[in-house]
Structures are given as C-alpha cells and as structure tokens.
C-alpha cells in the first residue's frame, strides 16, 4: 500500500470514509446535536482547511487516511473494505517515521 500526502482529488473519498467511520462510532454515544453537525459539508470542510496535514493509504483507491495537528494524530480513519487489511498499520507505521521531524505538517 502506498502512503502518500492528501490533495484535492481525494477529498470526496477521504469525505466518505471520515463520515461513514465518524456516524459508526460516534452517533450512538454522543448527543444528537453533534451527530447532525457531522454532516458530509462539514467534513469536507475540515478535510479542505487540513490538507496539508492528511496523508493517505492508497491502495488502488483511497482507504484510509491521517490527520496531524502539530505533533498530534487529531483523526485516523480506515475504510470498513480496508479493515484488517494492513491499511491501518501502514499509515501508522508512516506516522511513526514523521514523529520525529521538526516539521509540524508533512511535505
């Protein structure tokens, strides 16, 4: 699998998995306010302004991706076709490389 930095031909499919995996693990447990505040607009939004920070696990087609801000993983999100995959150890793996550079977004 190939781990590579985010650009704008990814944000529908990184959109996708951010609010499939957001809704599976969060809409049951967190008040229904912030459940419709996680609509697909938002986070692509949020994916938009962070862009820089997003690499993603590609492997014929975008199933995974990871959020720095600063020095801290902020999301981490795996599509449920990528699970068990190896996906997700790969884009830990790359965060793990990039833990000690004094850059706080990657190139």
Known sequence: MDVRAAGEQDLEPLTSIWFDGWH????????????????RESLRDRLRAELLGVRVG???????????????????????????????AALTACRRARAGSSSRRWR
Not at 24 to 39: D, F, G, W
Not at 58 to 86: H, I, P
Request: glycine fraction near 10%; avoid cysteine.
């Open 58 to 88: 590609d492997e014929k087609g975008v199933v995974g991706f990871t959020m720095l801000r600063g020095a801290e993983v902020y999301q981490f999100y795996a599509a449920a076709s990528a699970r068990g995959t190896g996906a997700a």
């Open 24 to 39: 599976e693990a969060h809409a049951a447990i967190v008040p229904e306010a912030l459940t419709r505040l996680r609509t």
